[in-house]
């Protein structure tokens, strides 16, 4: 499976942007599908994961109310929207996707496909 993403930028503080994680190579429908972040210095982070099958999402507390993310299985892409966003929420941001069928959904190690990263900034 290869993923792409794409999306990120430079807003300011407040704004909006949509990311898109493109998949390749494996129906789509049968992956769970998250985005991580990391920031300089810190741990990649999880952020929202879409289940496989569009059955359930989850978002971290962090960006609970702001973010959302949304998947279109004939497309092959899930999406992140976030909105309202903070200085805080600056860093690389990864889509990562399994097909393995496991009770965590927010553990880094248990995914096996990523994408490049995708740069989020957001300025004060």
């Known amino acids: 499976v290869q993923l792409q993403a794409s999306g990120g930028g430079l807003v300011q503080a407040g704004g909006s942007l949509r990311l898109s994680c493109a998949a390749s190579?494996?129906?789509?429908?049968?992956?769970?599908a998250a985005w991580f972040r990391q920031a300089p210095g810190k741990e990649r982070e999880f952020v929202a994961v879409?289940?496989?099958?569009?059955?359930?999402?989850y978002s971290s507390e962090s960006v609970k109310g702001r973010f959302t993310i949304s998947r279109d299985n004939a497309k092959n892409t899930v999406y992140l929207q976030m909105n309202s966003l903070k200085p805080e929420d600056t860093g690389v941001y990864y889509c990562?996707?399994?097909?393995?069928?496991?009770?965590?959904?927010?553990?880094?190690?248990?995914?096996?496909?990523w994408g490049q990263g995708t740069q989020v900034t957001v300025s004060s």
């Open positions: 990562a996707a399994r097909a393995r069928v496991l009770v965590s959904l927010s553990s880094p190690e248990d995914y096996e496909y």
């Open positions: 190579g494996r129906t789509f429908s049968s992956l769970t």
């Open positions: 879409s289940r496989r099958n569009s059955a359930t999402s």
